[in-house]
């Protein structure tokens, strides 16, 4: 699939919250997920992945850093074509932004707003897209 096939979709879903070391043995022992650490300088967050493929499939993270002041909530990833823009028509449609943009590396950067009913959500543009 081409990256800009992918304009819209939902990239990535990451779970934040204040225990992440106790939600990610719940998600273990509930789903059988299986997980790996990530470094997150000073803590660690978690990769979680299926049971059986080994494949990582979500996150679970601290509500630290750029997290922290994120309520407990499963936060979606979707894919724009302009950071830069998407975020500019969040701010003139009543939505704001709570944080970012940030890079992720070679990958690409995001940012996370909060739209007019409070609901929030992570926009990502990639690299690839923005090449």
């Not at 990256?3 to 779970?15: K, N, T």
């Not at 934040?16 to 273990?28: G, S």
């Not at 499963?74 to 998407?86: A, F, P, R, T």
Request: charged share 20%; aromatic share 10%.
């Amino acid at each position: 699939m081409d990256e800009s096939d992918q304009l819209g979709c939902v990239s990535w879903i990451d779970l934040t919250v204040p225990n992440a070391d106790e939600i990610r043995d719940f998600y273990r022992d509930v789903i059988g997920w299986t997980f790996s650490e990530v470094d997150m300088g000073g803590y660690h967050d978690y990769c979680m992945n299926a049971p059986e493929s080994g494949l990582t499939i979500t996150g679970i993270c601290h509500a630290r850093g750029v997290n922290a002041d994120l309520p407990p909530v499963w936060l979606i990833y979707i894919m724009v074509l302009d950071l830069d823009e998407s975020i500019s028509r969040c701010a003139s449609k009543g939505g704001k932004l709570v944080s970012g943009p940030k890079g992720m590396g070679a990958k690409g950067k995001y940012c996370i707003i909060q739209d007019p009913s409070g609901a929030y959500a992570a926009l990502f543009e990639s690299a690839e897209e923005s090449a």
